[in-house]
């Protein structure tokens, strides 16, 4: 029997379908995972209170990820979904304190019940097109969420989806169900495009991202903490300015794919990932004299 107290990391190896219910139930000192492309299903409290886990990549094969799969997974910052994702399981990341962010592909039909409440450090939500529904207290209890972008084509918001709050915005096109929602329940919204807060996806090859979702999951070296300090800029965006590196040092992609891939792994104001960008490039060119 494996000794929860050994295990900081966990490769699931290609070829492996799915991760069975409660397969790394309260491995408290893990740390890290890495799932192969062959996954399909992440079980029911596969990695629940999994209080040391940091990031975790959903690679595209994963198509279901079940109920309390990763809840209580306290110190999970950084998650990057599946592109092909469809189910989100109720409470499967209820209780991720730490996590700050998140984007909910449009492949996901309903965003589960409870699926993200009690996110206490959740700030920003970027649902996309596709996603019709949102379940009940989804991002209950998340009380820092300041910007929440819900596209038209939700057309179903369950009872208290979101935390009453006077600083958060509803970013959502003008007549949709979330701007419906938003002043009946006197939220503030902010009307968008149809299109203004998806990512094109289709400009990024399938390769390409697979790569990018690699390296995003990858820390940086000691000499970009220096290079933190130096700029004054968050860790966040430390690890964007890495990411770009890694990416670039790998395929010649230009600034507009650049540019797009921040946006998708790390957020950030289009002013911030333009100059993020250039700092990557200052870097590459620095480290090829």
Same mark, same amino acid.
């Given at each position: 029997?494996?000794?929860?107290?050994?295990?900081?990391?966990? !490769?699931?190896?290609?070829?492996?379908?799915?991760?069975?219910?409660?397969?790394?139930?309260?491995?408290?000192?893990?740390?890290?995972?890495? !799932?192969?492309?062959?996954?399909?299903?992440?079980?029911?409290?596969?990695?629940? @209170?999994?209080?040391?886990?940091?990031?975790?990549?959903?690679?595209?094969?994963?198509?279901?990820?079940?109920?309390?799969?990763?809840?209580?997974?306290?110190?999970?910052?950084?998650?990057?979904?599946?592109?092909?994702?469809? !189910?989100?399981?109720?409470?499967?990341?209820?209780?991720?304190?730490?996590?700050?962010?998140?984007? /909910?592909?449009?492949?996901?039909? @309903?965003?589960?019940?409870?699926?993200?409440?009690?996110?206490?450090?959740?700030?920003?939500?970027?649902?996309?097109?596709?996603?019709?529904?949102?379940?009940?207290?989804?991002?209950?209890?998340?009380?820092? =969420?300041?910007?929440?972008? /819900?596209?038209?084509?939700?057309?179903?918001?369950?009872?208290?989806?979101?935390?009453? @709050?006077?600083?958060?915005?509803?970013?959502?096109?003008?007549?949709?169900?979330?701007?419906?929602?938003?002043?009946?329940?006197?939220?503030?919204?902010?009307? /968008?495009?149809?299109?203004?807060?998806?990512?094109?996806?289709?400009?990024?090859?399938?390769?390409?991202?697979?790569?990018?979702?690699?390296?995003?999951?990858?820390?940086?070296?000691?000499?970009?903490?220096?290079?933190?300090?130096?700029?004054?800029?968050?860790?966040?965006?430390? @690890?964007?300015?890495?990411?770009?590196?890694?990416?670039?040092?790998?395929?010649?992609?230009?600034?507009?794919?650049?540019?797009? =891939?921040?946006?998708?792994?790390?957020?950030?104001?289009?002013?911030?990932?333009?100059?993020?960008?250039?700092?990557?490039?200052?870097?590459?060119?620095?480290?090829?004299?």
């Amino acid at each position: 029997m494996t000794n929860k107290k050994n295990v900081s990391k966990i !490769i699931i190896p290609h070829g492996v379908k799915e991760i069975e219910d409660s397969a790394f139930f309260e491995f408290e000192y893990l740390t890290e995972i890495v !799932i192969s492309n062959s996954v399909t299903k992440i079980g029911i409290s596969a990695f629940f @209170r999994c209080t040391s886990l940091r990031s975790i990549i959903i690679p595209d094969s994963v198509i279901e990820i079940g109920r309390l799969a990763f809840n209580q997974c306290k110190s999970l910052k950084n998650i990057i979904l599946s592109d092909n994702l469809k !189910i989100i399981g109720t409470n499967a990341f209820a209780n991720c304190e730490s996590l700050e962010k998140i984007d /909910i592909p449009g492949s996901v039909k @309903r965003i589960d019940n409870f699926a993200f409440d009690c996110c206490y450090s959740l700030k920003n939500v970027i649902i996309q097109n596709g996603v019709k529904e949102i379940g009940l207290e989804a991002f209950y209890g998340c009380d820092r =969420l300041n910007n929440l972008t /819900i596209p038209g084509s939700v057309t179903f918001i369950e009872m208290n989806a979101f935390p009453r @709050r006077r600083e958060l915005t509803i970013h959502t096109p003008v007549g949709s169900s979330a701007e419906v929602y938003a002043k009946n329940h006197g939220m503030t919204v902010a009307n /968008i495009d149809k299109s203004d807060h998806t990512m094109n996806r289709k400009i990024i090859a399938p390769d390409l991202l697979e790569l990018a979702k690699r390296h995003a999951s990858e820390i940086p070296p000691s000499n970009f903490c220096e290079l933190q300090k130096a700029l004054n800029i968050t860790e966040e965006e430390t @690890r964007s300015v890495y990411f770009i590196t890694k990416v670039k040092e790998s395929v010649d992609i230009d600034e507009e794919t650049a540019l797009n =891939l921040i946006a998708k792994y790390y957020g950030c104001s289009e002013t911030n990932r333009a100059i993020l960008y250039n700092v990557a490039l200052q870097m590459l060119n620095h480290k090829s004299k």
